[in-house]
Nanobody
Framework: QVQLVESGGGLVQAGGSLRLSCSASGRTFSNYHMGWFRQAPGKEYKTVAAISTSGGSTYYADSVKGRFTISRDNAKNTGYLQMNSLKPEDTAVYYC?????????????????WGQGTQVTVSS
């Protein structure tokens, strides 16, 4: 089992920045690929970004490319999502998740463990 706890969400004006953190405990964090997902009210989960176990491979949704950066510090059992140039359409609950799949995946159903989510609200 891996327990994940997100933090760093909040209210920010358009154009601002936030840094989300995902603190992991339980099994060895470095054995899991990590992803960030978001869900806006009334909408489906959307993959935001993903990172491989070593951090050597990353994925970004087109909507966040160039604005968001995913990273991880395995020594600290923590993952991060740096969000810059935020837009109102980025408003959602953001979740981090961990996957035991053999290769990095961007599909939500491939992720085995999920955090409770953190609210990000971007005002115009």
């Amino acid at each position: 089992q891996v327990q994940l706890v997100e933090s760093g969400g909040g209210l920010v004006q358009a154009g601002g920045s936030l840094r989300l953190s995902c603190s992991a405990s339980g099994r060895t964090f470095s054995n899991y690929h990590m992803g960030w997902f978001r869900q806006a009210p009334g909408k489906e989960y959307k993959t935001v970004a993903a990172i491989s176990t070593s951090g050597g491979s990353t994925y970004y949704a087109d909507s966040v490319k160039g604005r968001f950066t995913i990273s991880r510090d395995n020594a600290k059992n923590t993952g991060y999502l740096q969000m810059n140039s935020l837009k109102p359409e980025d408003t959602a609950v953001y979740y981090c998740a961990a996957s035991r799949q053999g290769v990095m995946t961007t599909r939500a159903y491939d992720y085995d463990y999920w955090g409770q989510g953190t609210q990000v609200t971007v005002s115009s």
